[in-house]
């Protein structure tokens, strides 16, 4: 099982990229099943907020941060360096495209985005997964979601979908109101 740090979002050096939040990172950790030993691949990095934490996680093992964006990229580094997550490679550049630069094969798979090539994300994950490995990817939107399930399907086994919606609780008149974040699809998968 996973080993999860849990960071706080403002544990991060944050900035204009994308987080995901904290409760969404902690499950998406779990649902990975991350060990010590593992190579992770976070693919649409952003912030780093998943890599850090799967870099807490496979603290043995290797986690490389794929992302296209050069402010999001500068994130990544700083967030490394924060944290102290030295066997944490940066590669910049799109997916799948970028991904030629692993070159071994990976035990976890995070997709954040999939940057208009869903398919061929799970194509390459189908190739350089190892067995018994496992792929799960984030989307905030429906029609994203539905894609990768479909994809997923055709390519993973055991595939399941979750929407899970987050409410935290903001101080409002000395009463507490929920304010609610935006609901996150999360699809798992796993190679065979």
Known sequence: MSKIAGYKDDAYIRGKAPMTKREIR???????????????????????????????????????????????????????????ADHVVIIPGKAPEALVEIKEPVDRVIIGGSGGNMEGLFQWCKANTRAGGRVIANFVTLENAAQATTLMNQYFQNVELIQVGISRGEGIGGLTMLKAANPIFIITGDVN
């Open 26 to 84: 902690i499950l998406t950790i779990s649902l990975l099943g991350i060990e010590a030993g593992d190579v992770v691949v976070d693919i649409g990095a952003g912030t780093g907020g998943l890599t850090m934490e799967a870099a807490y996680a496979a603290d043995q093992g290797k986690v490389y941060a794929v992302e296209a964006k050069e402010t999001a990229l500068e994130l990544v580094q700083k967030n490394k360096e924060h944290f102290n």
